[in-house]
């Protein structure tokens, strides 16, 4: 995983005009700071509105649920002495049909191998207040990944994909930023990935699952967008959605 982030989670209740995915008329989406979970680690925002209020009442009951698996895992990270825990928050997409928070989070457990860092992605449907299912939204172009019974109840909102056409993509992008010889042979197996939408870079961001620690640093956020995202598949719907949120002031 990508090493963590500074925090971005400079939420001001934004109020953004969008419109749904379907078509039908959306509120303004506004965001209400969560006070930390503890020191040094960000609570999800609450959706205040933007999306009707059983779909408001689903999503802030799914953002409670990973706050809670967060702070069981810092918990049970920080018990030994000499342990560190950090978790950043940032809204990358507020509105137009979707709601996109990045979540990335640091462990230096006493006892374990190494440090660790994970990104964990959340992208709500603002229509349905599920999570947006990317095999529709790139039909053809990614794979959801299944893991066993025992790791989905234990890790239920990590979801990642495979895709042959993405790994073709970041690993060319990853190699042209990252001239290292051991960052060449990190990518001789293919990586799976996490997928975000971006309205400030207008694009889908990609990053990483699975690269070893030690070449941790060879990881990149790769951001699709325009033709890029056509070749995946992407269908105008999403294009126009990504397109709305970059236009409005923030680029929310």
């Known amino acids: 995983m ?14 953004l005009g969008g419109h749904a995915l ?24 609450r959706l205040l509105s933007g999306a009707p209020p059983a779909v408001v009442k689903t999503i802030n009951a799914t953002l409670a ?9 810092a918990k049970d990270c920080l018990r030994a002495k000499g342990s ?24 230096s457990c006493a006892g374990a191998a190494h440090p660790d860092s994970e990104t964990q992605a959340l992208v709500f449907d603002l229509t349905t207040g599920k999570f ?8 053809g172009a990614v794979q959801i990944k299944k893991i066993d019974a025992d790791l989905e109840k234990k890790f239920p909102f990590h979801a990642t994909v495979a895709s042959d056409a993405i790994w073709a993509l970041y690993k060319k992008e990853a190699l042209k930023e990252n001239s290292d010889p051991d960052c060449a042979d990190a990518f001789d197996d293919k990586l799976d990935f996490v997928l975000s939408l971006d309205a400030g870079k207008n694009a889908l961001a990609v990053d990483e699952v699975g690269l070893r620690h030690a070449v941790e640093a060879c990881g990149i956020t790769l951001y699709l967008s325009g033709d ?11 294009i126009d959605a990504l397109d709305a949120a970059h236009r409005r002031p923030g680029g929310g």
């Open 84 to 107: 560190d825990y950090g978790r950043g928050v940032s809204a990358t997409m507020q509105g137009s049909g979707f709601l996109s928070l990045v979540v990335n989070q640091s462990f």
């Open 2 to 15: 990508r090493p963590l982030m500074p925090s971005l989670i400079a939420l001001f209740c934004l109020a």
């Open 22 to 45: 379907a078509g039908a008329q959306a509120d303004s989406v506004t965001l209400k700071p969560s006070p930390p979970l503890m020191k040094d680690a960000d609570a999800l925002p």
């Open 132 to 139: 947006v299912d990317w095999e529709k939204l790139l039909p």
């Open 65 to 73: 649920q990973v706050d809670a698996q967060a702070l069981r895992d």
């Open 228 to 238: 890029a995202l056509k070749s995946l598949g992407a269908g105008k719907e999403l």
